[in-house]
């Protein structure tokens, strides 16, 4: 029943709304820019993720609890949960040896 | 090419664990190989496809497509794995009685065959996705140093088979008698996890907004992304950071996959014709 429930929410509920302030961020040359994203503590956010390059890039974060892909040339919105105050770090998983950035939590 | 030998390694073993359970929870069973193999034929072409559509995929559902879509297969395979573990508690004693007796290969489990080869072919789409549209990136971008990428994630494909390999015939080594109740509770946990991981998909698809709250955090003893802290997500659903709602989906699943275990494995017995006065 609960699976049923699941399954059918979307139908049930209207299209996602998004925050009326999403956070730009590109990435471009396998970085992310801004690298370090400020928002505000015990809120949720979302970034506005464009992704300049032409390979598709994976939005990762263990401690954000995130994994989106992005295709290239493409945007894609990343949904951040309400956080504690705090550094929450993230990756582009595909290309971590540039792509990285940290979500700070004020 | 480190990095595209750990990027391939890492998926691979998230997907070959799953693969390596259900191999043993399905041991002796006839065309058990066709089943997986065919499961992992399809989650192999299903990945390349969910690859190629990434850009489709997630601009569906007011951008929200990808969330739904990882959300829905790992509901679908949870589905599948309750299927397997209810129907197994229900026939699985009988039949082993009757085989016994018949003096025939044990073959039980084989109804739910084709729902075990769904879990492999969902959990082959989405680790291979991943690793299709990094080589892809890898490949289309050139360059010197395609070929070591390449090599590694040769190199990363065995290592995680290997890993597999070893979680299966560690499995073997459980009697008999016990390995079905092991790869039940395995399959119990498992199931458990992709139900938390669906409503995490939910929750970041903007679908569910209840208990959204962190309850714990145990990143300062084990962080998610490290390769124990990979494991241990893949088999029990460990999360560093959990919020009410999977915790809630996580238990609700356990509960709901044991009692369902408990009233059909009741009835079984009862099912059969009682001997003639």
């Given at each position: ?79 951040i ?25 004020k | ?72 297969i790992?509901?679908?395979a ?99 008698g ?62 560093q950071?959990?919020d ?31 001997p003639?006065?």
């Open positions: 029943m609960k699976r049923t429930f699941f399954f059918l929410l979307p139908l049930l509920m209207p299209a996602p709304a998004f925050a009326d302030a999403a956070i730009p961020v590109t990435l471009q040359n396998h970085k992310f820019s801004p690298s370090e994203i400020h928002v505000k503590a015990n809120s949720p956010t979302v970034i506005a993720l464009t992704n300049k390059d032409a390979t598709a890039e994976e939005f990762d974060s263990s401690a954000l609890q995130v994994e989106k892909v992005v295709a290239g040339n493409s945007s894609g919105n990343v949904r949960r309400a956080l504690a105050p705090g550094r929450y770090p993230f990756m582009g998983e595909y290309h971590s040896a540039t792509a990285q950035g940290v979500v700070v939590a | 090419m480190l990095s595209a030998l750990l990027i391939v390694f890492r998926e691979v073993i998230e997907a070959g664990l799953i693969v390596g359970i259900v191999l043993a929870a399905t041991k002796g069973v006839p065309r058990r190989d066709f089943a997986v193999g065919m499961g992992v034929g399809a989650g192999v072409l299903g990945a390349c496809l969910v690859a190629v559509f990434a850009g489709g995929l997630a601009s569906l559902f007011q951008g929200s497509g990808q969330e739904l879509f990882n959300a829905a790992l509901i679908l949870v589905m599948m794995l309750t299927w397997h573990n209810v129907w197994m508690a229900s026939h699985g004693r009988e039949m082993a009685r009757e085989l016994k007796a018949a003096g025939h290969e044990v073959v039980t489990g084989r109804r739910t065959l084709a729902a075990l080869g769904v879990v492999v072919g969902v959990a082959v789409l989405r680790e291979g996705s991943e690793v299709v549209l990094f080589l892809y990136g890898i490949a289309a971008q050139g360059g010197v140093s395609n070929a070591g990428l390449l090599a590694g994630g040769a190199l990363g494909l065995a290592a995680g088979a290997a890993v597999s390999a070893l979680m299966y015939f560690g499995l073997l080594t459980i009697p008999a016990r390995l079905f109740q092991v790869t039940s509770g395995l399959i119990t946990l498992l199931a458990a996890g992709m139900a938390a991981q669906a409503v995490l998909f939910l929750q970041n698809g903007g679908y569910l907004d209840a208990w959204t709250g962190t309850i714990w955090d145990t990143s300062w003893l084990l962080r998610e992304d490290s390769i124990p802290g990979r494991l241990l997500h893949t088999l029990v659903g460990y999360v950071a959990p009410g709602a999977q915790i809630v989906a996580y238990l609700a699943t356990i509960i709901a996959i044991v009692v369902l275990m408990r009233l059909t494995g009741r009835q079984a017995p009862a099912a059969r014709p009682q003639a006065e």
